[in-house]
């Protein structure tokens, strides 16, 4: 009987690390991790070279899984030329574990060629959050603002969006908190304008605190992949 219900044990849990499994790593578009810097640049933790200056000042400070950046006001990394095949058209989500004080905090952010605001996943100073996706002439496909933020406190954001299935979803410390069906328009491929995470193309919005983990992922995760990344990043 022992025997029998320590085999059913052992199934039971190799069943839940299944349904916990990662999402791939092929499906990373720009990951930092927030554990190196190097000449000015945050190490971007899948290899891509070139990429990741720092303007202003963030240093390395304790997170979540071990370091995190420090970001002061006004502060960013400035993602720069990232293989265009690589942006995302169909899927997205963007994820990150933030710490900030009361205020409206821009986690990242991209604008295209024709001045679009493509992304906007914030934490508002109305201390609600906010996940939006825009496409070519400022055609806003949903915008979410919802939930109640806790100030100081780690926290891990992912906005998740696809318009192969036609939703978008805002999941915060693993939850889902919010989900709406959307038209299913691909967004813009053009970041002509920049990238940046912890401040807006033209300089607002400041992200004033600790990030970690900054994930940008070509797919719509599911709530257990997002769960996993959340918890081991991208794995070995």
């Known amino acids: 009987m022992r025997l029998a219900s320590l085999i059913t044990l052992c199934v039971a849990l190799a069943l839940g690390s299944v349904g916990m499994a990662a999402p791939s790593k092929e499906n990373v578009v720009l990951y930092f991790d927030f554990e190196q810097i190097a000449e000015n640049r945050m190490v971007e933790a899948t290899g891509k070279t070139g990429i990741g200056s720092i303007k202003g000042q963030i240093t390395l400070v304790e997170g979540v899984r071990g370091k995190a950046g420090q970001f002061t006001p006004y502060s960013f990394i400035d993602v720069g030329a990232l293989d265009p095949d690589a942006i995302p058209t169909d899927e997205i989500t963007i994820m990150a574990w933030v710490n900030v004080p009361p205020g409206t905090h821009e986690i990242f ?70 989900r709406q069906p959307v038209t299913g328009v691909p967004m813009m491929q053009d970041w002509g304008m920049g990238a940046r995470v912890g401040l807006t193309i033209d300089d607002a919005r400041p992200f004033s605190g600790r990030m970690d983990d900054l994930i940008v992922w070509n797919k719509a995760l599911t709530a257990d992949e997002i769960k996993s990344a959340m918890e081991h990043g991208i794995g070995d």
């Open 109 to 178: 952010n991209a604008r295209g060629s024709d001045g679009t605001w493509i992304f906007h996943p914030e934490l508002r100073s109305d201390g609600r959050y906010r996940w939006l996706v825009r496409t070519e002439n400022a055609h806003t496909v949903f915008d979410m603002q919802t939930g109640v933020v806790a100030w100081n406190t780690w926290t891990h954001f992912a906005g998740v969006y696809s318009a192969t299935a036609g939703y978008a979803a805002l999941y915060i410390n693993g939850e889902e908190i919010a």
